[in-house]
């Protein structure tokens, strides 16, 4: 009993010591170290805006038109203010209808708070009556009793039982005896261990050159006689490529999209469209006859079916909405695709030869896209906004409501796409990008619910299952290159890469049938015929003194509309591309082309910049921080560094120019809200995904040679080191060549030397 009253003490006196020190800690936090931390933020903050101000608008507004001045930053300021000036003012008549409000019901707001008082007085006095109700019962419960007549019962032996708390303590006892035992037996075995290491060093052992090891020692010691062991045999090493077939894949060259076919075991793909169109999502049917695709031959894009026996291409669905990225049933009766018709991504179902359809299966708000249809033929895979990001959905067909619909990934920081069931059904193949590195994952299945961990087996995206479903295919992406990569998955390492080209790959299918030999003269014909070139790079004749090339002055609205006669013809064919598929003059202005050689920088920018080498141009930045923009920028990963997608909102908006966006864009003008987390992360992303048809302007500027250029390592708190408004037309040519084509080399030294 006194142990246990002092077990007791123990606990209460380091309870109320706990408290102690938290009031303690809580004391010193809000009274003595918030306050200090609360003014260096602010102090922070105010120089911030002091260096912002006087520091970085200056050294930008030197050199600049008044006329750009006062639009680029007059202009917003000029805005902000009136905002501001409305805010006030909406602010003080929203106070005096507070104050007018008080006036007029403070009365009654006194009435009914005592009312509330004496309803919370009348409460209280009827728990304390129950309360001694209560008690009285309680004590008359436990009112003694009188004694009874004690029975003695015949004694009995029996072993008593020990008290609790003796019990405890022969524990611990016992606990500690054993303890020791160990620690002076683990003592003693040190100390002999040297001895025994002595005695085995006094052993002279010898090793006998017999072909089974014997030892023998000097000592009377048993001989030991090696048994000899089978040799290895090596595992053998599986071939991706032995499901055979073929694979259907979108190549893009020459500013279009065609479908072509290359068959396991060949060099070289065969083209199966040449339409000047774009022709791209291919899908083959299940028997290998048909292959369905998506395309814009007829203005907008539209589901087709290419029948292989005779090269003809028939058109499935007829509506202006955007339709695309086709999936066949098992049976090969029915289609899923899918479409834009009620002003977001949806799925829908068609049959395959046009009779019955298009019928929804998709209505949530969210986008569904990049449908798969399961080899039972009674479950569909698709990609979905609904949990906030990219994540992977399975339907049934036999329960097909958008509330049926589980997420099978469920993974908040990680962005999944492109699903494909296995042959099986066991495994679902999907692309990751989350990391930088887009990597292929092939998730195990369980009556289509995961049944472990997704397993990596590549780099790359577009995955595709072998006829088998040993393999998968896939397109990477490296140094301008594209492979498309079958990967065994009992070997990760084992990838042998089975075409590779300068164009860009897509979307690639994997059948087991093969094309018909010989081929149809329709599709005969399109092998065989060849991509004609964007635009002509006409260069002025070389001189024979000075610089080799000649600056071309450049009809768009630009500080210094210059560039170098060797990329002139590419950007002039590039805006008119752009205005002819967004329906606007999106390079018709910009905020700036050529730079002189002796410009300088802005703080923590390189002054050897693209710009000299009149090979480079920006556009305004102001299109994507407006309230409604008419650009859209999407972040993307690669490797470490950080790449801004542009996409071009459209004129037309009926399904004829551009298609539905598929990813979240960044919102810049988060930086300069009321959160000071989205300054420290230059922004964030939107909350939805934007609404309408955008063209992809990184996408059309690669046709043309002007590729994108990644940010700075500082992009998330100096505004100038986002550049996402850079583009650049290098040519496989280093900076100190393509400037060496405008300037002589001792200019260049004198003014880099320096």
Same mark, same amino acid.
């Given at each position: 009993?006194?142990?246990?009253?002092?077990?007791?003490?123990?606990?209460?006196?380091?309870?109320?010591?706990?408290?102690?020190?938290?009031?303690?800690?809580?004391?010193?936090?809000?009274?003595?170290?918030?306050?200090?931390?609360?003014?260096?933020?602010?102090?922070?903050?105010?120089?911030?805006?002091?260096?912002?101000?006087?520091?970085?608008?200056?050294?930008?507004?030197?050199?600049?038109?008044?006329?750009?001045?006062?639009?680029?930053?007059?202009?917003?300021?000029?805005?902000?203010?009136?905002?501001?000036?409305?805010?006030?003012?909406?602010?003080?008549?929203?106070?005096?209808?507070?104050?007018?409000?008080?006036?007029?019901?403070?009365?009654?707001?006194?009435?009914?708070?005592?009312?509330?008082?004496?309803?919370?007085?009348?409460?209280?006095?009827?728990?304390?009556?129950?309360?001694?109700?209560?008690?009285?019962?309680?004590?008359?419960?436990?009112?003694?009793?009188?004694?009874?007549?004690?029975?003695?019962?015949?004694?009995?032996?029996?072993?008593?039982?020990?008290?609790?708390?003796?019990?405890?303590?022969?524990?611990?006892?016992?606990?500690?005896?054993?303890?020791?035992?160990?620690?002076?037996?683990?003592?003693?075995?040190?100390?002999?261990?040297?001895?025994?290491?002595?005695?085995?060093? /006094?052993?002279?052992?010898?090793?006998?050159?017999?072909?089974?090891?014997?030892?023998?020692?000097?000592?009377?010691?048993?001989?030991?006689?090696?048994?000899?062991?089978?040799?290895?045999?090596?595992?053998?090493?599986?071939?991706?490529?032995?499901?055979?077939?073929?694979?259907?894949?979108?190549?893009?060259?020459?500013?279009?999209?065609?479908?072509?076919?290359?068959?396991?075991?060949?060099?070289?793909?065969?083209?199966?469209?040449?339409?000047?169109?774009?022709?791209?999502?291919?899908?083959?049917?299940?028997?290998?006859?048909?292959?369905?695709?998506?395309?814009?031959?007829?203005?907008?894009? /539209?589901?087709?079916?290419?029948?292989?026996?005779?090269?003809?291409?028939?058109?499935?669905?007829?509506?202006?909405?955007?339709?695309?990225?086709?999936?066949?049933?098992?049976?090969?009766?029915?289609?899923?695709?899918?479409?834009?018709?009620?002003?977001?991504?949806?799925?829908?179902?068609?049959?395959?030869?046009?009779?019955?359809?298009?019928?929804?299966?998709?209505?949530?708000?969210?986008?569904?896209?990049?449908?798969?249809?399961?080899?039972?033929?009674?479950?569909?895979?698709?990609?979905?906004?609904?949990?906030?990001?990219?994540?992977?959905?399975?339907?049934?067909?036999?329960?097909?409501?958008?509330?049926?619909?589980?997420?099978?990934?469920?993974?908040?920081?990680?962005?999944?796409?492109?699903?494909?069931?296995?042959?099986?059904?066991?495994?679902?193949?999907?692309?990751?990008?989350?990391?930088?590195?887009?990597?292929?994952?092939?998730?195990?299945?369980?009556?289509?619910?995961?049944?472990?961990?997704?397993?990596?087996?590549?780099?790359?995206?577009?995955?595709?299952?072998?006829?088998?479903?040993?393999?998968?295919?896939?397109?990477?992406?490296?140094?301008?290159?594209?492979?498309?990569?079958?990967?065994?998955?009992?070997?990760?390492?084992?990838?042998?890469?089975?075409?590779?080209?300068?164009?860009?790959?897509?979307?690639?299918?994997?059948?087991?049938?093969?094309?018909?030999?010989?081929?149809?003269?329709?599709?005969?014909?399109?092998?065989?015929?060849?991509?004609?070139?964007?635009?002509?790079?006409?260069?002025?004749?070389?001189?024979?003194?000075?610089?080799?090339?000649?600056?071309? /002055?450049?009809?768009?609205?630009?500080?210094?509309?210059?560039?170098?006669?060797?990329?002139?013809?590419?950007?002039?064919?590039?805006?008119?591309?752009?205005?002819? /598929?967004?329906?606007?003059?999106?390079?018709?202005?910009?905020?700036?082309?050529?730079?002189?050689?002796?410009?300088?920088?802005?703080?923590?920018?390189?002054?050897?910049?693209?710009?000299?080498?009149?090979?480079?141009?920006?556009?305004?930045?102001?299109?994507?921080?407006?309230?409604?923009?008419?650009?859209?920028?999407?972040?993307?990963?690669?490797?470490?560094?950080?790449?801004?997608?542009?996409?071009?909102?459209?004129?037309?908006?009926?399904?004829?120019?551009?298609?539905?966006?598929?990813?979240?864009?960044?919102?810049?003008?988060?930086?300069?809200?009321?959160?000071?987390?989205?300054?420290?992360?230059?922004?964030?992303?939107?909350?939805?995904?934007?609404?309408?048809?955008?063209?992809?302007?990184?996408?059309?500027?690669?046709?043309?040679?002007?590729?994108?250029?990644?940010?700075?390592?500082?992009?998330?708190?100096?505004?100038?080191?986002?550049?996402?408004?850079?583009?650049?037309?290098?040519?496989?040519?280093?900076?100190?060549?393509?400037?060496?084509?405008?300037?002589?080399?001792?200019?260049?030294?004198?003014?880099?030397?320096?």
């Amino acid at each position: 009993r006194l142990l246990r009253l002092v077990w007791r003490g123990w606990g209460w006196a380091g309870l109320a010591l706990r408290r102690l020190l938290t009031q303690f800690a809580r004391f010193i936090w809000r009274r003595i170290l918030a306050p200090p931390w609360r003014f260096l933020g602010r102090l922070g903050l105010a120089l911030r805006n002091l260096l912002t101000l006087f520091i970085w608008r200056p050294l930008r507004f030197m050199g600049m038109p008044w006329w750009l001045l006062y639009r680029r930053y007059l202009h917003r300021t000029v805005s902000s203010a009136l905002r501001r000036l409305g805010g006030v003012a909406l602010s003080l008549l929203r106070r005096a209808g507070q104050a007018v409000t008080r006036l007029l019901f403070r009365p009654l707001r006194r009435r009914w708070r005592k009312g509330q008082m004496r309803r919370v007085r009348r409460r209280r006095e009827w728990r304390t009556r129950v309360r001694v109700w209560q008690a009285r019962m309680r004590v008359a419960l436990l009112r003694p009793q009188p004694p009874r007549k004690a029975v003695i019962a015949p004694a009995v032996p029996r072993f008593e039982e020990t008290p609790q708390p003796r019990r405890r303590i022969t524990r611990l006892a016992t606990t500690g005896l054993a303890l020791g035992l160990v620690i002076v037996a683990s003592m003693i075995t040190a100390q002999q261990a040297p001895r025994l290491r002595g005695a085995a060093a /006094e052993n002279e052992y010898q090793i006998s050159s017999s072909k089974f090891v014997t030892v023998t020692a000097t000592s009377p010691v048993p001989t030991a006689t090696a048994t000899p062991l089978p040799s290895p045999t090596p595992w053998p090493t599986p071939d991706p490529l032995n499901g055979g077939g073929s694979v259907v894949f979108t190549l893009r060259q020459q500013g279009n999209s065609d479908l072509y076919a290359l068959s396991i075991g060949k060099s070289q793909p065969v083209r199966l469209t040449d339409d000047p169109a774009e022709d791209r999502d291919p899908a083959w049917s299940p028997d290998g006859s048909e292959i369905a695709f998506s395309s814009r031959r007829d203005g907008n894009w /539209e589901i087709y079916v290419l029948r292989l026996r005779d090269g003809d291409v028939r058109r499935l669905t007829y509506d202006t909405a955007f339709d695309g990225g086709p999936s066949w049933s098992p049976d090969g009766q029915w289609l899923v695709f899918e479409s834009y018709r009620s002003g977001s991504l949806d799925l829908f179902l068609l049959s395959s030869d046009g009779e019955q359809g298009p019928i929804p299966l998709t209505q949530h708000p969210a986008p569904d896209f990049s449908p798969a249809w399961s080899p039972d033929g009674r479950h569909i895979a698709f990609t979905s906004w609904r949990s906030g990001n990219k994540d992977i959905y399975i339907l049934s067909l036999d329960d097909a409501a958008d509330n049926a619909a589980h997420n099978i990934t469920g993974t908040p920081r990680q962005s999944e796409d492109n699903p494909a069931f296995s042959p099986d059904g066991a495994f679902l193949a999907y692309d990751d990008a989350s990391s930088g590195r887009r990597l292929v994952y092939a998730l195990p299945l369980s009556d289509y619910r995961p049944a472990g961990q997704p397993v990596s087996h590549g780099q790359g995206q577009h995955p595709s299952w072998s006829p088998d479903g040993k393999a998968l295919t896939f397109i990477y992406n490296s140094g301008g290159q594209y492979h498309l990569i079958a990967s065994s998955l009992d070997a990760w390492s084992v990838a042998p890469q089975s075409f590779t080209t300068p164009a860009r790959l897509a979307g690639a299918n994997w059948s087991a049938h093969v094309l018909p030999q010989p081929l149809p003269r329709a599709l005969e014909t399109i092998s065989h015929s060849l991509s004609q070139p964007l635009f002509q790079e006409s260069v002025a004749p070389v001189a024979a003194e000075g610089p080799p090339f000649l600056l071309r /002055e450049i009809p768009v609205d630009a500080p210094a509309p210059y560039l170098s006669d060797r990329v002139d013809q590419s950007f002039l064919a590039l805006r008119q591309r752009v205005e002819a /598929e967004t329906g606007w003059d999106f390079l018709g202005e910009l905020d700036q082309m050529y730079e002189a050689i002796d410009g300088q920088p802005l703080p923590g920018q390189n002054s050897q910049t693209w710009n000299k080498a009149g090979r480079a141009f920006d556009y305004l930045s102001d299109r994507a921080l407006a309230f409604d923009p008419s650009v859209v920028i999407v972040p993307r990963r690669e490797e470490a560094d950080t790449y801004w997608r542009t996409y071009l909102k459209t004129t037309a908006q009926d399904g004829t120019q551009g298609e539905p966006l598929r990813d979240l864009p960044w919102n810049f003008r988060a930086r300069f809200g009321p959160e000071p987390r989205y300054y420290d992360q230059g922004g964030k992303l939107e909350e939805q995904v934007p609404v309408g048809y955008f063209a992809d302007f990184t996408a059309l500027a690669a046709d043309y040679g002007w590729t994108w250029s990644p940010a700075n390592d500082n992009w998330r708190t100096y505004f100038p080191g986002i550049r996402f408004w850079h583009y650049e037309n290098r040519q496989d040519l280093t900076w100190e060549q393509a400037m060496l084509e405008l300037h002589p080399a001792d200019v260049l030294l004198a003014v880099f030397r320096r």
